[in-house]
């Protein structure tokens, strides 16, 4: 079992404090009748009546004290945990897919993937390359030596076929995340210059990017919202880091609460029944 909120026990303090002057602060030396009652009654019956009254007493007082600790324990927020969390093979992964077609700059391209790369050298980065046609180069990986090796020898010219198609790129990079059995993928495209024919479908399960020069970033947000991207250029590319990472967060957020059973509501619940019944016995006497 868990407490969430350790600090509210604290509030248990004037219960305990309570039960403790009621067993020992009020035991059998401190029996006395309240008021004046003990002029009126004589002296060998004042301990009798005194026990009578204070036992009277004492039932309500520790009724109340049970549905004080029943809604403190419910403000500590226990929770009992309930099974282990899912334990994903591919949590997270990322594909850089360089649009090398159309006289791209080539080499701000080698640059921003390796940006991108290092910003986030845990997270497992692919890489497709393409012109009219996409292509696989590097399977998920963090070894950036991988990558390097083959970002340096990207270009148009050992590309079989010509052309350009960022969709097709996009595609080919969200089918990568599907065969790994991503959770949570996110496909970055880098591109820019004159714009193309949206060709991809708009964004769904898998997070988007388009990362551009900030000179083409005007010209490239309609493109952007047709497919369902995030559109960044250089001065903002960490936004896509950031992307991947709420989502990563948010998907261990979501398992860890499958494994958990809050016992919360459950306390404030008894706590409301016994407060209800302390009600129906006040009617009843």
């Known amino acids: ?9 604290l509030l248990l303090l004037p219960a305990i404090a309570l039960v403790l002057w009621l067993y020992i602060g009020r035991g059998p030396t401190g029996l006395r009748l309240p008021g004046h009652w003990h002029r009126a009654i004589a002296s060998v ?7 009578r009254v204070i036992s009277q007493n004492r039932m309500p007082i520790l ?45 701000g391209q080698r640059l921003m993937a390796y940006r991108i790369f290092d910003a986030a050298p845990k997270t497992p980065t692919a890489l497709v390359i393409s012109t009219g046609e996409a292509f696989d180069v590097v399977p998920l990986t963090t070894d950036r030596n991988q990558l390097e090796r083959y ?16 969709g097709i ?12 059995e991503v959770v949570v993928g996110q496909l970055v495209v880098l591109t820019g210059g004159k714009v193309p024919a949206a060709s991809a479908a708009k964004g769904g399960e898998w997070l988007r990017a388009l990362v551009v020069d900030s000179d083409s970033l005007a010209n490239w947000a309609g ?15 960490d936004k896509v880091i950031e992307d991947l990472d709420d989502r990563v967060a948010s998907a261990l957020r979501d398992t860890n609460r499958t494994g958990d059973l809050a016992l919360a509501p459950w306390l404030l619940a008894l706590a409301g029944l016994l407060w209800l019944l302390f009600f129906r016995r006040v009617r009843s006497s």
């Open 1 to 9: 079992m868990t407490i969430t909120n350790p600090l509210a026990l």
């Open 45 to 51: 019956m004042q301990p009798f009546m005194a026990e």
């Open 63 to 107: 009724f109340w004290v049970a549905v004080w600790t029943l809604l403190v324990l419910g403000l500590a927020r226990p929770v009992i945990n309930a099974g282990a969390p899912t334990d994903y093979g591919n949590l997270a992964g990322r594909v850089i897919a360089m649009d090398l077609g159309a006289g791209m700059d080539i080499e």
């Open 151 to 166: 970002i340096q020898v990207a270009s148009s010219a050992v590309m079989p076929v010509g052309g350009r198609a960022p």
């Open 169 to 180: 790129a996009i595609i080919q990079a969200e089918k990568l995340l599907e065969r790994a």
């Open 223 to 237: 493109y952007a919202e047709q497919v369902g991207a995030r559109l960044v250029d250089e001065t903002s590319v």
